[in-house]
């Protein structure tokens, strides 16, 4: 892996940009400290996380439990009524229950953190103490809290002590299953913390020690040494998590695949590594740009859940023949067969976006539908690269907010971010800007998302025949305020050759409506 390390700024605002996605609250505060470990103040609105350097392992390691705590915070946030303090027994012992509950219920929302959670789990076996470091009935908490997070234990303990532990770990495991079966909260496992206190004979007010990494911070473990430590979390683990392949968590290619666009982003300055594929094209600044405003994540968690079938790559249909019958269905009149149906999206796709000064009105709703399908497009695996333009010191402005060769980011999310609508509709200049782009790439749609007419329909006619000779498929969506204005504006678009021209009326409809078109070459 890259020894290369990320800027303490640059992993503050990553920070910022993940808990506020994962715990959908868009004012909470990120900031590291030294003099404590990570924690959520829920009052303040805060997550203080410890510095990286804290943490053990290579900095690529290090990054993943840090992504993956941020994870543990955000999910705290937005399933916990209230966090105590761990330096008591009572405190500790309800954060670890409910740690384990708002895991549970984050993994349904966010299915692709498993991998992450078992290599975290890895390193924080890895991290607790050996029990004979840990002294009076201190030692049974930390045992406590070693069996009912890992389902082992560091170092030995009397034969007796074991017993409660167990007695312990299996009384709060089923009520931990219990709340949430039942949509129980904190307020209710927080009135079940005595009987655990209680069968681990402790006092409520028992101070609990900070544990420290028995490593040195920074230090790696060989491969197999982590290896044998993933072993044992899998195998402890296979009732949540299955049985995932600890060799394919130990690679991290997913989460490495966003980690290498962040070094070499955070590499450069302004621009992040990005550099415009001609000089008529420019990359917006990124600089003190609050990306969180345009995320509406009930829209990209309802588009994703709606085109999940699109992501496994197989869809289900019901015939009037196929592979398996359907009793009920039959029953119920409608087609008695279903097959499976191979769906998949292998369209690459050039997005323009209109950011002149008509759109200013629903500038915010039009930037959170537009990310909401770039979201959903990164999600689906699909080639796409994004445009826009304005107008800026009385001249046309074409803007490239993500090229095809680099992954959907934050640092994407930023530049849509700052785009101000602006200007008139010059659609002939803008495209005669991207033509190079275009030449070179040869996308199979070019997508313009349009609210006005354009300024020289003659001089777009043209410049659409030349793309269209360039063997893309030319597709216009013409946004309105309404049904009508809508229609009438696609119907306008459609008489400067489009191939295709689609109207919407409600910006959340964006994403769903191009997406079913590039569904229809599949």
Not at 336 to 343: G, M, S, T
Not at 344 to 368: C, F, G, M, P, R
Request: charged letters at 30%.
């Amino acid at each position: 892996m890259q020894s290369l390390e990320l800027r303490n700024e640059t992993l503050v605002e990553i920070a910022t940009f993940l808990v506020r996605r994962w715990s959908e609250k868009e004012d909470v505060i990120v900031e590291f400290s030294d003099k404590m470990e990570t924690r959520t103040r829920l009052a303040e609105n805060k997550v203080i996380l410890a510095p990286m350097e804290k943490r053990i392992g290579s900095f690529f390691h290090r990054y993943r439990q840090f992504r993956t705590s941020l994870w543990y915070e955000s999910m705290r946030i937005k399933f916990c009524k209230k966090i105590l303090s761990g330096d008591h027994a009572f405190g500790f012992i309800l954060n670890t229950l409910e740690t384990l509950r708002i895991e549970h219920l984050g993994r349904k929302i966010w299915r692709g953190m498993d991998e992450e959670i078992i290599f975290n789990y890895s390193y924080m076996l890895i991290s607790r103490p050996q029990l004979h470091t840990v002294y009076g009935k201190a030692r049974i908490v930390e045992a406590f809290y070693q069996y009912f997070m890992f389902g082992a234990i560091k170092g030995e303990i009397q034969s007796s002590h074991f017993e409660m532990i167990k007695k312990a770990t299996e009384f709060a495991k089923r009520i931990v299953d219990e709340s949430i079966k039942k949509d129980f909260g904190t307020e209710w496992l927080e009135k079940k913390v005595a009987e655990i206190i209680k069968i681990l004979d402790l006092d409520s007010l028992l101070t609990v020690p900070v544990s420290l990494p028995f490593m040195k911070a920074g230090m790696a473990l060989t491969e197999q040494e982590l290896l044998k430590f993933l072993t044992i979390i899998t195998k402890n683990k296979e009732g949540d998590f299955g049985n995932p392949d600890p060799k394919a968590i130990l690679s991290g290619d997913n989460v490495y695949d966003e980690y290498k666009v962040l070094l070499d982003e955070n590499k450069k300055s302004d621009n992040k590594g990005l550099t415009s594929e001609i000089i008529e094209v420019q990359i917006p600044s990124t600089n003190n740009v609050d990306e969180s405003k345009i995320y509406d994540f009930s829209l990209i968690n309802s588009l994703k859940t709606k085109f999940k079938d699109w992501k496994s790559g197989w869809k289900e249909q019901h015939q009037r023949s196929g592979d398996e019958f359907d009793e009920e269905n039959f029953i119920e009149g409608n087609e008695p067969f279903f097959i499976d149906v191979k769906k998949s999206i292998k369209t690459k796709i050039v997005i323009l976006l209109d950011h002149s000064s008509s759109i200013s009105s629903d500038a915010l709703a039009y930037k959170k539908a537009t990310l909401a399908l770039c979201e959903v497009l990164a999600y689906l695996k699909v080639k796409f690269s994004v445009y826009a333009f304005n107008t800026q010191n009385r001249e046309v402005v074409c803007w490239q907010i993500k090229p095809d060769n680099v992954k959907w980011n934050i640092l994407a999310a930023k530049r849509l971010a700052q785009i101000v609508a602006n200007g008139s509709t010059p659609l002939a200049e803008v495209y005669g800007k991207m033509f190079p782009v275009l030449q070179s790439k040869r996308p199979d749609i070019f997508l313009t998302l349009t609210d006005g007419e354009p300024s020289d329909p003659n001089a777009v006619r043209n410049m659409t025949k030349s793309l269209k000779n360039l063997g893309i498929k030319m597709v216009a969506i013409g946004l309105g305020p309404n049904p009508i204005r809508a229609t009438t504006i696609a119907t306008n678009l459609r008489h400067l050759g489009y191939e295709r021209t689609l109207a919407v009326s409600r910006l959340k409809d964006i994403p769903g409506k191009v997406i079913r078109v590039l569904g229809e070459g599949t």
